[in-house]
Nanobody
Framework: VQLVESGGGLVQPGGSLRLSCEAS????????INWVRQAPGKGFEWISQ????????KYADSVKERFTISRDNEKYVAYLQMNALAPEDTAVYFC??????????????????WGQGTQVTVLS
């Protein structure tokens, strides 16, 4: 299993970024995909999940209505569109597989597979 994130960077408050997660080594179309983030000095926060077919999406309250998760099963890529970014969104963002916890509250117990992460910095 390999997950490779890209698309992070520096952005002004109110700006947007789109993260990508390229997958390989497993049947991507059969697995839910998750986005998790870790802000400086804080624990991991589970922020979004998309079902294998892409019909079901879920978000933590902290990002709901600002972030949109999607996927392209033909390309083996998942995306996280992030709008209205704020300094508190500064974090390393990871895509991950097989996560457990309470997503609505952002609580993460763990994930089986992780990418290496991509840094998102929202200037303050």
């Amino acid at each position: 299993v390999q997950l490779v994130e890209s698309g992070g960077g520096l952005v002004q408050p109110g700006g947007s970024l789109r993260l990508s997660c390229e997958a390989s080594g497993f049947d991507f179309e059969n697995y839910f995909i998750n986005w998790v983030r870790q802000a400086p000095g804080k624990g991991f926060e589970w922020i979004s999940q998309i079902s294998s077919g892409g019909l079901m999406t879920k978000y933590a309250d902290s990002v709901k209505e600002r972030f949109t998760i999607s996927r392209d099963n033909e390309k083996y890529v998942a995306y996280l569109q992030m709008n209205a970014l704020a300094p508190e969104d500064t974090a390393v963002y990871f895509c991950a597989q097989r996560c457990t916890g309470t997503l609505k509250s952002g609580i993460l117990q763990g994930c089986d597979w992780w990418g290496q992460g991509t840094q998102v910095t929202v200037l303050s």
